[in-house]
């Protein structure tokens, strides 16, 4: 039997400003020169996926974070559907991905979003990224729903925190899956309303996670159990964050590629 190179998926879940740390989760898997065949993301995971395969560099990204007003982004409204109309992010997000279609991605991508007419998860793989992106960060009671089609779209995080059943479904031989919500000394920190929609959000993934995370083959979980949803100027720790947590697995995913191949 011929030996071949194992499909490598990674899986970025869902975790708003905790989700900065999948940053240093590539820079690392960059440095390390361990090859990705596709990434699946989830709400912030599939932003920052979208970012880094749209050629996006790392850490020029890292060091704009650090110093950026990130609540220049949401155009707050009167509620309707959302505290945020989302033209914002949506130019943000265009400028970050420049402006490119899934095709034009490197490596591939496929986010996940929720349909909130069908109750089910959504899969984007085609057609404009920033689209995809929108609907899968689209926090519910936060951020205006996408609609497409017949479709109202939200956050890839209501049915699907971390994707390993996609990426195993689309070939994945090997799943690094990439966790920024459950992982170890979480602290909960209640002092607004976006803290009681994403808290609620968590408690009603944390089942689904358990199931799903078990299913990777490499489960990095950053500890950024302390910063809050909303702590995006907090960048570059939660970034470093990333970072140690996958140089701790680095050997071990290795070792997983090679046994493979062996």
């Not at 109202?152 to 049915?159: K, M, P, S």
């Not at 808290?199 to 990777?216: E, R, V």
């Not at 140690?244 to 191949?261: P, Y």
């Amino acid at each position: 039997m011929e030996k071949r190179q194992p499909v490598v998926g990674l899986v970025l879940g869902a975790g708003s400003a905790r989700g900065l740390a999948h940053i240093g989760v590539l820079q690392v898997l960059k440095e390390e020169e361990i090859d990705i065949d596709f990434i699946v993301g989830s709400s912030m995971g599939a932003m920052v996926g979208a970012i880094y395969a749209s050629g996006a560099d790392l850490y020029m990204l890292e060091k704009m974070l650090d110093c950026m007003n990130t609540n220049l982004m949401l155009d707050v409204q009167v509620p309707r559907f959302g505290f945020v109309a989302g033209k914002r992010i949506d130019s943000f997000i265009t400028l970050l991905t420049k402006n490119k279609s899934f095709d034009q991605l490197d490596p591939p991508l496929i986010a996940v979003a929720t349909d909130l007419i069908s109750g089910e998860r959504v899969i984007f793989e085609q057609g404009p990224v920033v689209e995809a992106v929108r609907a899968s960060i689209s926090i519910p009671g936060v951020f205006t729903p996408v609609r497409k089609d017949d479709m109202v779209l939200v956050d890839g995080a209501v049915i699907d925190r971390l994707p390993v059943e996609v990426a195993r479904d689309r070939g994945a031989d090997i799943i690094i899956a990439v966790d920024v919500t459950f992982g170890p000394d979480k602290k909960v920190t209640i002092k607004n309303t976006i803290d009681v929609i994403m808290t609620s959000l968590d408690i009603m993934q944390k089942y689904h996670f358990d199931l799903c995370g078990s299913q990777a083959d490499i489960l990095i979980q950053p500890a950024v159990g302390n910063f809050a949803s909303r702590d995006f100027e907090n960048a570059k720790e939660i970034i470093n964050l990333g970072r140690t947590a996958t140089l701790d697995k680095v050997q071990e995913i290795k070792q997983k590629i090679s046994d493979f191949i062996a």
